[in-house]
């Protein structure tokens, strides 16, 4: 259940941190609230909540500062992170998402959708939680893909994914040689209802991939580009 999971709320605002709080609250989260990166990241690591959701532009140091302090954490690694940002560009976005963040959201944000897209992080985070493999390594090709460890082997080496990474190209090689729009990979891998959640997520977080784990991620092989249709994972 993602009922009464506990989220931090980090924004210098107190405004919108308490507007936020409220609005979790009221979907039946427990909420704690950070008015800094620093405190933040020290409320954290005393109790280790189930979300982050994460300002950028903080004085000091700002979300994206956090956001990579979180990944490189080995208490907080796996710990997801929602952005929300008054950057709104895509240069922002990829900024964000390559800093290790699972979703973004714009302000000015609505506040329903908000409380979707934490539920739906919360889900899709619970899911993963819950997967019992008969193996703990997937292979597809030359790439292993460690379901204990995040971890994936291929022929740049060993690397690390964080959660939403993990969740994508679990789905995809899974179901290796099958195509997905990213519409359907919003809906099945993020868990969002149809016609909510942005592409471009999608998009960033392939681009992202691509460059930890591609040979040429200009030219790739692995995770491949259908057009007009969507994403697949070779099957060869």
Not at 96 to 109: E, I, M
Request: aromatic letters at 6%; one cysteine or more; charged letters at 30%.
């Amino acid at each position: 259940m993602t009922e009464g999971a506990n989220i931090l709320v980090v924004d210098d605002d107190e405004i919108v941190a308490r507007t936020v709080e409220r609005t979790l609250r009221a979907g039946g989260f427990r909420v704690s609230v950070a008015n800094s990166g620093v405190e933040a990241l020290q409320m954290a690591r005393r109790n280790v909540p189930d979300l982050m959701v994460l300002d950028v532009l903080m004085p000091g140091m700002d979300g994206y500062e956090v956001c990579r302090e979180v990944r490189n954490d080995p208490l907080l690694s796996g710990l997801p992170v929602l952005f929300l940002t008054a950057k709104g560009k895509d240069e922002d976005r990829i900024t964000g998402l390559r800093a290790g963040a699972d979703d973004y959201l714009s302000k000015p944000f609505n506040l329903d959708e908000l409380y979707l897209r934490v539920r739906a992080i919360l889900r899709r985070t619970q899911r993963a939680e819950r997967r019992d493999e008969p193996t703990a390594v997937l292979t597809v090709g030359d790439y292993e893909l460690d379901t204990r460890s995040f971890q994936l082997a291929g022929p740049r080496g060993v690397v690390t994914l964080t959660p939403v990474q993990f969740d994508l190209l679990y789905h995809l090689m899974s179901h290796a040689g099958q195509v997905f729009s990213p519409e359907r990979l919003l809906q099945e891998v993020w868990d969002y209802p149809h016609e909510t959640g942005s592409p471009d997520l999608v998009r960033v977080h392939i681009k992202n991939l691509r460059s930890k784990i591609e040979v040429d991620p200009s030219q790739p092989e692995f995770i491949r580009t259908v057009k007009g249709h969507g994403y697949t994972v070779a099957a060869d």
